[in-house]
């Protein structure tokens, strides 16, 4: 299964026609972040996979209007403080950064852990229903000490980096960190999971993972 992340920077490569070639593909499409509107509904209508978001700590305005009577795509898309279920991977997000002002999705390091802790029940249902926890962690900024910063505004959250150890996902994906070199680290592993900041973009392949059936039999 071939995931695309997205996050924090607009680039031409998915906001144009080449898109549909160049991410053909594409089986999973996941938002961390800071991505104005139009421009997601744009890769969304484009590859027409299902996609999954977190709001960065930065307010672009309201998402398209919805026909009344129908469900927002964006509603149901957005998955702070849920997991959800798509094409056999068990998903869970968590908006926002670290307050550093008064503007909207920041959070102190403890409002971080309460998130953390509203998924917990629905991650020990995922361990009794499918003999596991979590297999991707979608957040918009950083673990604390893995691809954060010492000024304030881009620390990582001690929250994450606890869920990390205790639920063993095997991706966690976060934007926040901007990158303006070739060498400033994009990847990271720790223990079991691959922590990827997908800045601007970027693909991941993911193995399905087998059913409890199947891991009996």
Known sequence: MKIL????????????PQITKRFSDIDLI?????????YL????????KPFFFVHGNHYYGPPP???????????????????????????????GSIRYNLGP????????????????????????????????LITHAPPWGIHDKDDLPHHGSKAFRWLIKVFKPRLHFHGHIHLYSQDAPRETRINKTRVVNVYAFRTVELLEPK???????
């Open 30 to 38: 996941l938002g961390c972040g800071d991505l104005r509107f139009f």
């Open 105 to 136: 999705y920041q959070y102190t390091q403890e409002e971080m852990w309460g998130h953390v802790f509203h998924l917990v029940p629905q991650l020990m249902v995922n361990k009794t229903k499918f003999n596991r926890y979590l297999d991707i």
């Open 41 to 48: 509904e744009y890769i969304l209508s484009m590859l027409n």
């Open 211 to 217: 059913s409890k059936k199947e891991k009996s039999d």
């Open 65 to 95: 209007s919805t026909p009344a009577g129908e469900e927002s795509v964006w509603t149901y898309s957005n998955i702070h403080r849920r997991v959800v279920e798509a094409n056999g991977l068990l998903i869970a997000g968590i908006e």
């Open 5 to 16: 992340g997205v996050s924090d920077n607009e680039v031409d490569v998915l906001y144009s």
